[in-house]
């Protein structure tokens, strides 16, 4: 069977884990940046934190992500076997660009401004959301968008763990030993990972200040 | 950094501090606003110890110039100038209205530069809006840390005249740093010259080049010796 055949029979079921797919993806892009921004303005604030924090993220990021989710799934709560696990390990892979980005973005800010808003009395809340934050809003997307076009790569293990998503088409096509069905999983991906890449580097260029 | 430093501005002067880099001068200067924290004695401002505003008030009944502006770069001229007003929460028509009586004071367009971006501006366009924001809120008291120090010698003198006649009209109490002598003797009702974190004197601009102390017979010096002014042999008074 070729290629575009098997794309035509089964259309249905590859849009519906391409869903599964960015679903899981975008829930771990969100956790991610729900912990790593604050974390990330809080290391700009005490440097001191910097080293720890950052080489914490730096060995996750080095532990190679069929591992990872091997490693989960007899966490309790965390892991286990389907989303949460595949969701959880995602997060933690971001973690890394959009903490390291977002601490350079905010100890980028040029200290004559953040002093001249200070001077002008802002106070330290109204400094960061007026001042901080739209200044190293470029710097900020560009780690989401890493974080985004990695995880769409890393999520095709998910179907490892029962997680589903385009990798469960690679896993399945792997086992047969067949080219066509490992192509329904990973030229959708791949399409994926461009499109992130284009959207927030449009995002990017749009929001940067400068 | 400073030390037995006690001095009093009077209201609607301006007193220039004078000195040579590291002399204190900035360090006196953001002591007014609590940029930074004195490790000991005290400071007044309109009568009040500092201890008794709060911080954000303090600083937003001072108006503030820096070197190179500190404009904030994502915003325009329009939302840099109203930045105090705002923070004060004026309604916006009248936030508005305000940037267009300060630009005009600066003698800059509103409808030309109002929109524009800091990094659009020519350096002395951008002091310009520095001072229309330091401005904005009407502040009693005004603090400049060598407002025209990164200007080409041209627009400098420019801006400094104009400053002039604006200080003159406006009375407020105006504290401004600098280390260039011909810029304290032509804006200063009295020059304070610092050295080494010590008060040397406090001089009127006519007493300043008669003063004995040896640091400002040095400034004196640098007068004949200026870089703008011919050669001292072809150059009459000496004097400004």
Redesign the interface.
């Given at each position: 069977m070729s290629t575009l055949q098997f794309f035509l029979n089964n259309g249905t079921e590859i849009f519906a884990r391409a869903l599964e797919h960015l679903w899981l993806v975008a829930v771990a892009l969100a956790m991610a940046l729900l912990a790593g921004l604050p974390l990330g303005i809080a290391l700009a604030r005490r440097r001191v934190l910097r080293r720890w924090v950052l080489g914490a993220a730096n060995v996750i990021q080095t532990v190679p992500s069929l591992a990872l989710f091997g490693f989960l799934i007899p966490v309790p709560f965390l892991g286990g076997i389907g989303a949460t696990t595949a969701v959880v390990a995602l997060t933690l892979y971001n973690l890394l660009p959009i903490l390291r980005n977002t601490y350079a973005g905010i100890a980028g800010v040029d200290p004559a401004v953040l002093e001249s808003a200070r001077a002008m009395g802002m106070t330290p809340r109204q400094t960061l959301w007026q001042v901080e934050l739209p200044l190293s809003v470029g710097v900020i997307l560009a780690g989401v968008r890493v974080a985004a076009v990695i995880s769409i790569g890393v999520a095709t293990i998910a179907a490892a763990v029962g997680a589903g998503g385009l990798g469960v088409f690679i896993f399945r096509g792997v086992a047969m030993v067949n080219h066509a069905v490992i192509l329904a999983g990973a030229i959708p991906a791949a399409g994926l990972a461009v499109a992130a890449d284009l959207l927030f580097g449009l995002l990017e260029r749009r929001l940067s200040p400068r | 950094m400073l030390a037995d430093l006690s001095l009093t501005v009077a209201r609607g002067e301006t007193l220039v501090l004078l000195g040579r880099s590291g002399a204190g001068k900035t360090t006196a200067l953001k002591l007014i606003?609590r940029?930074l924290e004195p490790s000991e004695g005290e400071i007044l401002v309109g009568g009040r110890r500092q201890a008794d505003w709060e911080v954000?008030?303090?600083?937003?009944s001072i108006g503030?110039v820096?070197q190179?502006?500190?404009?904030?770069?994502?915003w325009t001229v329009e939302r840099n100038v109203s930045?105090?007003p705002r923070?004060e929460g004026w309604p916006e028509d009248r936030a508005r209205r305000r940037v267009r009586e300060m630009l005009a004071l600066v003698g800059l367009n509103a409808a030309e530069f109002a929109a524009r971006l800091p990094?659009e501006l020519s350096g002395g366009q951008r002091q310009r809006v520095g001072v229309a924001?330091a401005l904005a809120a009407d502040p009693p008291i005004l603090l400049m840390d060598e407002p025209f120090g990164a200007l080409d010698p041209i627009t400098r003198a420019e801006l400094q005249r104009e400053f002039r006649a604006l200080a003159q009209r406006l009375e407020k109490t105006i504290v401004l740093v600098t280390h260039d002598i011909r810029e304290a003797l032509l804006l200063a009702s009295r020059i304070a010259l610092l050295a080494a974190g010590r008060l040397v004197g406090i001089y009127r601009p006519e007493e300043f080049l008669r003063a004995p102390e040896a640091e400002a017979r040095a400034f004196a010096r640098s007068l004949d010796a200026g870089t703008d002014a011919p050669p001292v042999t072809s150059h009459p008074g000496g004097g400004p």
């Open positions: - | 606003n940029l954000v008030r303090l600083r937003r503030y820096l190179d502006v500190g404009l904030f770069p994502h930045v105090v923070l990094r924001r």
